[in-house]
């Protein structure tokens, strides 16, 4: 994959914004540059008690990440994907971990291998702008990683922290690659296809998604307090805004966390029609203590008069292995026991989870939904640097419809060079 030439043009610009772009050797670009990235090999199974078609993927690949070191603010970057089909599950349909189609068809699984970064940054004056494709961390455009490969955008990043303990974030992003792409597509083509998914089918206009975020720490001494707000626009199609707050003190021996967060979502511009119209809102928190290795966690939620819309990944109130809090007029409560055992026990680098949810539609039970998630993950790190192994399984049953097991197993290898 080459990169987009429409790019070069900002690559110059921001090697001539560089104050005194001589003064450094080019030899740090080299010398400090760092390499790291995961081997990974994934099973993923989801077995229905109905018709539905079953699904299985084992996947082995990983992700590779290359950074330079900085000369005079300017550093460059780069990363490769790789998702390779392991076998064929000839009786059951693709899951999505590979590539060859939609989950559960019964299509020949293909590997995925592709460029997955390509970007120049510059860093001056406590700011730090990046041009190019580029894996992105914000409440509603993210790496979203739920299958082998993250995914990853293309356009302009830039952070500036010349305030204390604030963040300030800009967006100008035109296209995405989701985690069976080979090539990036229109970020119009992403939020057409979460619609269509919901039934609705309407064109959306070709524009790019701007965003600013603000995160702030709070300067208090007895409560570390954390704030973010993000607003997410994009041209006739529709503005997201999203607020979280982050609290956490100490109650005697134990710690207490307090996770409330709102978003509000409104369709604008030519999408504003009785047909396409998406305007709604999520409200909800996570109230939690944590005490000797336990984190116990209630959760809940309720959303407005439509479905959320989040085709690059968002932050969702309850986000379980198969269901997520986004239907319209949906309540949804949750509740989560987590516990990791002492470096001193013998599970050392043992830690697990139960997870469990109901979702109820107002006025109509036969779209409730229940999931229950356990999970076990293993940090071999004491035995091998950089290996672990995790297993997942949720069972969900639905008021109305087939329900499902979801099994999934992860073996991950880390390195850095």
Not at 56 to 67: K, Q, V
Not at 111 to 138: H, P, S
Not at 363 to 381: F, H, K, M, P, W
Request: hydrophobic fraction near 40%.
């Amino acid at each position: 994959m080459k990169m987009n030439t429409k790019l070069l043009p900002l690559v110059a610009a921001c090697l001539a914004a560089s104050p005194a772009f001589a003064a450094d050797p080019i030899a740090n670009l080299f010398n400090d540059a760092t390499v790291k990235g995961q081997f990974q090999m994934f099973d993923f199974q989801r077995d229905f008690d109905g018709d539905t078609t079953d699904r299985r993927d084992t996947s082995f690949g990983g992700l590779f990440y290359l950074r330079s070191g900085e000369a005079n603010g300017i550093s460059f970057g780069t990363s490769f994907a790789s998702a390779n089909p392991i076998w064929d599950a000839n009786s059951e349909g693709i899951y999505g971990l590979v590539g060859g189609g939609a989950p559960g068809s019964m299509n020949e699984r293909e590997t995925i291998n592709r460029l997955q970064e390509y970007f120049v940054t510059g860093n001056w004056y406590d700011t730090k702008i990046t041009v190019g494709a580029q894996e992105l961390r914000t409440p509603m455009m993210n790496p979203f990683p739920l299958r082998a490969i993250p995914f990853t955008y293309r356009g302009t990043s830039i952070v500036n922290k010349s305030v204390d303990n604030l963040a300030i974030s800009a967006l100008y992003i035109t296209d995405y690659m989701g985690w069976t792409n080979e090539s990036f597509a229109s970020v119009a083509d992403g939020i057409q296809g979460e619609l269509a998914r919901s039934g609705v089918i309407v064109d959306v206009e070709d524009n790019p998604i701007l965003a600013l975020g603000f995160d702030y720490t709070l300067p208090f001494e007895a409560v570390k307090a954390k704030a973010g707000l993000w607003h997410y626009t994009m041209e006739d199609v529709y503005n997201q805004t999203h607020f979280k707050l982050n609290l956490s003190g100490d109650m005697g021996a134990a710690n207490w966390y307090f996770k409330p967060s709102y978003l509000k979502q409104d369709s604008i511009g030519n999408l504003d029609s009785s047909t396409a119209q998406f305007d709604t809102y999520q409200a909800g928190f996570h109230l939690g203590m944590k005490w000797q290795g336990f984190d116990a966690t209630v959760k809940y939620v309720t959303t407005g008069e439509g479905n959320i819309i989040a085709p690059f990944g968002d932050e969702k109130v309850i986000i379980q292995q198969v269901v997520q809090s986004s239907r319209a007029n949906e309540d949804a409560y949750g509740a989560q026991l987590a516990y990791r055992f002492a470096p001193s026990s013998a599970l050392n680098g043992v830690s697990a989870y139960l997870n469990y949810a109901s979702y109820e539609i107002d006025g109509d039970s036969s779209q409730d939904i229940d999931e229950t998630d356990i999970s076990v993950r293993y940090d071999l790190a004491e035995y091998v640097e950089g290996l672990s192994v995790r297993a997942r399984h949720a069972i969900v049953n639905y008021a109305t419809g087939d329900d499902l097991a979801d099994t999934r197993f992860y073996v991950y290898y880390k390195f850095e060079i």
